[in-house]
């Protein structure tokens, strides 16, 4: 059994900082894709940033140059490091992992950008 667990979501002002932690159990970690999705009100949930299991990286136009997607596979977690954030950033953030042809997720956790 796969369990992701994310935390770190709070709300902050725009052009602030947050880092975003995936922790996982079980034993897919090592060989697992990894991603960060996002889902705000009223939107479909957006896949934002992915890393493999060979850290290379992938993201979605709007974050690119902001979030830095990361992994540490000692203490099976992955991060989402969250720079320069923008009202439009405002969403519940999902981690989720994809291994021998099954994808797991998170509950989520809240991000919200407002002054």
């Known amino acids: 059994q796969v369990q992701l667990v994310e935390s770190g979501g709070d709300l902050v002002q725009p052009g602030g900082s947050l880092r975003l932690s995936c922790a996982a159990s079980?034993?897919?970690?090592?060989?697992?894709?990894l991603a960060w999705s996002r889902q705000a009100p009223g939107k479909q949930r957006e896949t934002v940033a992915s890393i493999s299991a060979d850290d290379r990286t992938n993201y979605v136009d709007s974050v690119k140059g902001r979030f830095t997607i990361s992994r540490d596979n000692a203490k099976n977690t992955m991060y989402l490091e969250m720079n320069n954030l923008k009202p439009e950033d405002t969403a519940v953030y999902y981690c989720?992992?994809?291994?021998?042809?099954?994808?797991?997720w998170g509950q989520g956790t809240q991000v919200t950008v407002s002054s």
């Open positions: 079980g034993d897919i970690f090592r060989i697992a894709v």
């Open positions: 989720s992992a994809w291994a021998r042809a099954e994808n797991y």
